[in-house]
């Protein structure tokens, strides 16, 4: 099931978007398998505290994040990945590591590898291990208004 606050927000701002239903999958490799979308077009969300406080760092499904590309960026070494049970709490209208890549609606900043910016359409779990939505890049930016930084491997 979607997530409410997504859907209810993506609907409200008329964006045009469609939804995948897949097999459950619950890494971010097997939902893009599972869902015949190629790992470079998927987007995981990858939850990380920095000086203390939750963000979110989206990258493409068949990449890895590095931390101290982070650090770097915001200028602190307090950067870590969230611990699954300090933030399950911030997203009630979702499974447990299913969250869309949407920070704007639960409160934290958004930062985005380029790589998925070059794409024309992003694909990304939407609340439940079973649904993925795929939509226009450029709707994705213009709701989220991500900062677009260099993160991966």
Same mark, same amino acid.
């Given at each position: 099931? !979607?997530?409410?606050?997504?859907? =209810?927000? !993506? *609907? ?15 890494? %971010? ?5 599972? +869902? #015949?979308?190629? $790992?470079? /077009? ?14 979110? +760092?989206? !990258? ?6 590095? !931390? &101290? ?7 602190? *070494? *307090?950067?870590?990945?969230? #611990?699954? =049970? ?6 009630? =209208?979702?499974?447990?590591? +299913? /969250?869309?890549?949407?920070?704007? @609606?639960? $409160? /934290? ?5 380029? @790589? @998925?910016? %070059?794409?024309?359409?992003? +694909?990304?779990?939407?609340?439940? #291990? ?5 939509? %226009?890049?450029? &709707?994705?930016?213009? @709701? ?10």
């Amino acid at each position: 099931m !979607l997530a409410k606050s997504l859907k =209810d927000y !993506l *609907d409200r701002e008329n964006v045009k978007y469609i939804t995948i239903t897949h097999s459950q999958a619950f890494t %971010a490799t097997d939902v893009a398998q599972s +869902a #015949h979308i190629p $790992g470079s /077009m998927l987007a995981k969300t990858v939850l990380i505290e920095i000086d203390g406080s939750f963000s979110m +760092a989206v !990258l493409p499904a068949n990449h890895r994040i590095r !931390l &101290d590309d982070i650090r770097e960026l915001v200028q602190t *070494d *307090d950067v870590r990945l969230a #611990h699954e =049970d300090k933030f399950k709490r911030l997203f009630p =209208d979702c499974e447990i590591g +299913a /969250m869309p890549p949407f920070g704007n @609606l639960y $409160g /934290m900043p958004v930062y985005v590898s380029p @790589l @998925l910016v %070059a794409q024309a359409e992003i +694909a990304f779990n939407a609340g439940s #291990h079973t649904e993925i939505i795929k939509m %226009a890049w450029r &709707d994705f930016e213009r @709701l989220v208004n991500p900062r677009v930084a260099s993160f991966t491997t």
